[in-house]
């Protein structure tokens, strides 16, 4: 029996379980809440579903390390990489393939080339993650549901539908105070606003409380990277929007 074919199963499980596709679980709840509902409804949910799945494919027949080493979130067409890779190619090869799948609207390329943290730094960031999402959960102001979290040696992304501005903020107020997290980078939309309208609220970093006198300010992540936000092949990437807002006000 060929070794392929023994090993697919085990793959098939890891869709649903580990890296790749960590966010395949939170990004469907994410999907079905309240918000995302209104805004595009299950089969908005369902098209998201397909192209992660279908980018997860695509980077396990490239390679296993872009497979295993990062994380993906989908949210209405839009594409949130993120993890830790050592070889600069992989980096490349992750956004090169998520522009392949049909449906996809952007691509943001938060991925970093450094050594692994290891089982500790995962570890570190799997309870950050844990953290917010009950911060979230418990507090009535915030629909949670609507919200996939991503962390990545420290840092957290934050990506989904806020129901308004106000909401929003406490949800960053959140994230950012939570101990160990060293900047917060949100992606997140507000309810009725499409995607080029949202771009001035999508990409935006807040430091925590603690860090604030004892390092610079973080600057916003603009998309000016060409793989932060580039175009499909084929297409130019005037078509795709840049971020060019302020950090986030957080009250």
């Known amino acids: ?17 580990t890296s790749g596709c960590a966010g395949l679980i939170a990004g469907g709840a994410a999907a079905v809440g309240v918000a ?11 098209s998201d579903l397909r192209i992660q799945a279908e980018i997860n494919d695509l980077w396990l027949r490239q390679d ?3 497979f295993t080493k990062l994380d993906m979130t989908v949210n209405q067409g839009r594409v949130l990489i993120t993890g830790i890779v050592q070889n600069p190619e992989h980096r490349v090869d992750a956004v090169r393939l998520a522009w392949k799948v049909n449906g996809v609207k952007q691509v943001i390329n938060e ?9 500790t730094g995962f570890m ?13 959960t418990i507090d009535k102001n915030i629909q949670n549901l609507n919200y996939t979290i991503d962390t990545v040696d420290g840092a957290v992304y934050l990506m989904g539908v806020a129901q308004s501005r106000a909401e929003l903020n406490r949800v960053v ?13 949100s992606y ?40 932060v936000n580039s ?6 990437v005037g078509g795709v929007s840049r971020v060019t807002s302020e950090p986030l006000p957080l009250y």
């Open 124 to 136: 570190s960031d799997a309870w950050i993650s844990a953290k917010i999402r009950t911060g979230l």
């Open 1 to 17: 029996m060929s070794n392929r074919i023994f090993i697919l199963p085990v793959l098939f499980s890891c869709l649903l379980m």
């Open 231 to 236: 175009a499909p092949e084929g297409e130019a």
């Open 36 to 46: 995302a509902v209104k805004e595009g409804g299950l089969r908005t949910s369902a």
């Open 188 to 227: 997140v939309k507000i309810a009725g606003e499409d995607i080029g309208d949202a771009s001035a609220t999508m990409s935006s970093t807040t430091t925590p409380p603690a860090a604030r006198n004892s390092a610079p300010a973080m600057s916003p992540v603009y998309s000016d990277d060409p793989m």
């Open 64 to 66: 296993l390390d872009i």
């Open 111 to 119: 991925i970093k080339i450094a050594d692994s943290t290891g089982f």
């Open 173 to 185: 107020e959140r994230a950012r105070t939570t101990k160990g997290v060293n900047r917060v980078v």
